[in-house]
């Protein structure tokens, strides 16, 4: 175990010397019914990155590639950006579709979950702009580039809006990748039956410099009119942490997801999320995370995570 131990930390540093973020993570809660395999240790994440704010993108997921040698190598996003006016961009590539605010996001922010509602990145146009303070993004994206060249879209929207130092977000997602596997004429509108049509609402707030909390409420059409599609997330962190010695600066933050229950009943379960970000360096991450769940015969946990970021 030690030696199988020694190979996967050293894989790990050696892959992060050119990574732009890495982590592995270990189960110091382990749930019933699951083996602490190998000490517990896994390597979750390794990828590259290259990025210029509203100039381009490029980030790829190796780990595959690297701990399994199957030449696999995900791209996450790949998009270029250009400018048309003071007001008017034009983004074309593979890129997220704009929705949301909560979403797990990277390693190394707070809340890693893997329940949260985030939208898929995906071949897209994508037209961004700012007006008087009011964000917009417009997008059309193709939901089978390789098979189906753009037939079946997905369409939306996000608007934001600063007030008061609140952060204020409205997004609308015409879903189309499930109609097209249901619509035999492959020809889908706006006005299509098959379609579905998720939204959301979402704010942030500091309050006095010292406690951020993040809130969403999202309606996630299952398009079963029986059953309720409204979950909602909060995410809590305090702002300035706090220092431990040798360790460095702690932020500690606290989130409530609430899920589809057994029946697809939305709210009807919930995770409760308490945990500690630590950052030793400015490069370097770890953290600790306790995951509660309502849903009955499933085990809290406890996760370590050590990461690095370049």
Request: with cysteine; glycine share 10%; charged share 20%.
């Amino acid at each position: 175990m030690k030696k199988i131990l020694v190979i996967l930390f050293g894989l790990f540093i050696a892959s992060s010397i050119c990574a732009h973020e890495a982590f592995i993570h270990a189960p110091i809660i382990v749930p019933d019914g699951q083996t602490d395999e190998d000490g517990g240790w896994n390597v979750d994440y390794i990828g590259f990155s290259w990025s210029a704010e509203n100039d381009y993108c490029a980030d790829f997921n190796i780990t595959n590639a690297i701990l399994d040698g199957s030449e696999e190598i995900v791209v996450n996003k790949a998009w270029k950006q250009l400018k048309v006016c003071d007001f008017f961009d034009i983004r074309f590539g593979k890129d997220q579709l704009a929705f949301g605010r909560i979403y797990s996001g990277k390693p190394s922010k707070n809340l890693q979950y893997f329940g949260l509602t985030v939208a898929p990145a995906d071949l897209m146009f994508k037209l961004l702009g700012n007006v008087s303070g009011l964000g917009w993004a417009l997008y059309y994206a193709n939901s089978d580039a390789a098979n189906q060249a753009w037939l079946a879209a997905d369409m939306g929207g996000r608007f934001t809006y600063s007030v008061s130092g609140a952060n204020l977000g409205a997004g609308i997602w015409m879903d189309n990748t499930s109609a097209w596997t249901a619509d035999t004429l492959g020809v889908v509108t706006w006005d299509d039956p098959e379609g579905v049509m998720h939204w959301e609402f979402d704010f942030d707030y500091t309050i006095a410099e010292k406690l951020n909390l993040a809130f969403q409420l999202t309606n996630n059409d299952d398009d079963n009119d029986d059953t309720g599609d409204m979950n909602l997330y909060a995410l809590i962190h305090y702002v300035p942490g706090f220092d431990i010695p040798i360790c460095g600066k702690a932020i500690p933050y606290f989130g409530y997801i609430t899920k589809d229950d057994a029946e697809f009943e939305g709210m009807g379960e919930n995770n409760m999320i308490i945990g500690l970000n630590i950052k030793p360096k400015d490069n370097a991450f770890m953290k600790i995370e306790y995951n509660m769940d309502s849903v009955e015969d499933e085990d809290a946990t406890l996760d370590l995570q050590v990461g690095f970021t370049f």
